[in-house]
T-cell receptor, first 110, second 117 residues
Framework: QQPVQSPQAVILREGEDAVINCSSSKALYSVHWYRQKHGEAPVFLMILLKGGEQKGHDKISASFNEKKQQSSLYLTASQLSYSGTYFCGTFGEGAQKLVFGQGTRLTINP | KAGVTQTPRYLIKTRGQQVTLSCSPISGHRSVSWYQQTPGQGLQFLFEYFSETQRNKGNFPGRFSGRQFSNSRSEMNVSTLELGDSALYLC????????????????FGSGTQLSVL
């Protein structure tokens, strides 16, 4: 079952913060985050495993709330290079495939 | 190390025709997954191959098929093309383990843009 991402699109000014949410109706084993710039291949950001962990590098971090079957991606002090479409992918219990959400389009303006 | 290579980059076909897309994974990667990307639909999972066997399949009609060769290269075939098959087809490779991709990073190719007229 496809996870639901929110918001579908967001426009920010450089330096502002953004939060992208990913929700599933099923219990999850892991949540994967990817970013795709226009005309390019999706690029891996991070994986969060069951256990309610939080991860981050540079100014991009994420949390995974196992009980709520939710993950959130946090982009702080956004830079122009953060623009793109962000996808979350989930592995649900009993599932053997990585299912992606519909994506969140992030636009960072100067 | 070379990345994931997909060929051709662009394809234009007419309804009813069939098409074969190719994907060469990163050297040493044993898993290849295929996704269909259309505006607003995100990445729809087609299938995953591991060591020449289809390990998982998405909810696509039987017109969509694939295979993986002993060198891990993979092909995807779509028969009797329909207008709705127009999309960007992405393949992704992963080193993978026998127990699946739960904790595996995917490396995507740039995709094949298929237009069906």
């Amino acid at each position: 079952q496809q996870p639901v991402q929110s918001p579908q699109a967001v426009i920010l000014r450089e330096g502002e913060d953004a939060v992208i949410n990913c929700s599933s109706s099923k219990a999850l084993y892991s949540v994967h985050w990817y970013r795709q710039k226009h005309g390019e291949a999706p690029v891996f950001l991070m994986i969060l495993l069951k256990g309610g962990e939080q991860k981050g590098h540079d100014k991009i971090s994420a949390s995974f709330n196992e009980k709520k079957q939710q993950s959130s991606l946090y982009l702080t002090a956004s830079q122009l290079s953060y623009s793109g479409t962000y996808f979350c992918g989930t592995f649900g219990e009993g599932a053997q495939k990585l299912v992606f959400g519909q994506g969140t389009r992030l636009t960072i303006n100067p | 190390k070379a990345g994931v290579t997909q060929t051709p980059r662009y394809l234009i076909k007419t309804r009813g025709q069939q098409v074969t897309l190719s994907c060469s994974p990163i050297s040493g990667h044993r898993s290849v997954s295929w996704y269909q990307q259309t505006p607003g639909q995100g990445l729809q999972f087609l299938f995953e191959y591991f060591s020449e066997t289809q390990r998982n399949k998405g909810n696509f009609p039987g017109r969509f098929s694939g295979r993986q060769f002993s060198n891990s290269r993979s092909e995807m075939n779509v028969s009797t093309l329909e207008l709705g098959d127009s999309a960007l087809y992405l393949c992704a490779s992963s080193f993978a383990r026998a127990n699946g991709l739960i904790n595996e990073k995917l490396f995507f190719g740039s995709g094949t843009q298929l237009s069906v007229l």
